[in-house]
């Protein structure tokens, strides 16, 4: 089990650029895979991106790929999120999630999850 804290939300126009963090507690970190997800108002929790524990391998949404970059450091216990080219629809608040081994697009597959930081794209 890990505990995990995300920090980095804010205001961000149109176009604009910001990156999330999640910082894990534990040493086991590199051997979890991690997920980003995000929850609109009124609307399901959806999976934005995932990397892999040794941080070769990365998957994304369709809705964000290309604009997104999912990254890991796991010297220091923490998985990135970068958003560029954000877009009014990238509002929502953004959670990070892990589990042991391999990635996954489901939400069903992730056992630890943060508190969530709220991420808003004016136009």
């Known amino acids: 089990q890990v505990t995990l804290v995300e920090s980095g939300g804010g205001l961000v126009q149109a176009g604009g650029s910001l990156r999330l963090s999640c910082a894990a507690s534990?040493?086991?970190?590199?051997?979890?895979?991690m997920g980003w997800f995000r929850q609109a108002p009124g609307k399901e929790r959806e999976f934005v991106a995932a990397?892999?524990?040794?941080?070769?391998?990365?998957y994304y949404a369709d809705a964000v790929k290309g604009r997104f970059t999912i990254s890991r450091d796991n010297a220091k216990n923490t998985v990135y999120l970068q958003m560029n080219s954000s877009k009014p629809e990238d509002t929502a608040v953004y959670y990070c999630?892990?589990?042991?081994?391999?990635?996954?697009?489901?939400?069903?597959?992730?056992?630890?999850w943060g508190q969530g930081t709220q991420v808003t794209v004016s136009s």
């Open positions: 999630a892990a589990r042991k081994w391999g990635y996954s697009p489901f939400r069903r597959d992730y056992a630890d």
């Open positions: 534990g040493r086991t970190f590199s051997t979890y895979a």
């Open positions: 990397i892999n524990s040794n941080g070769v391998g990365t």
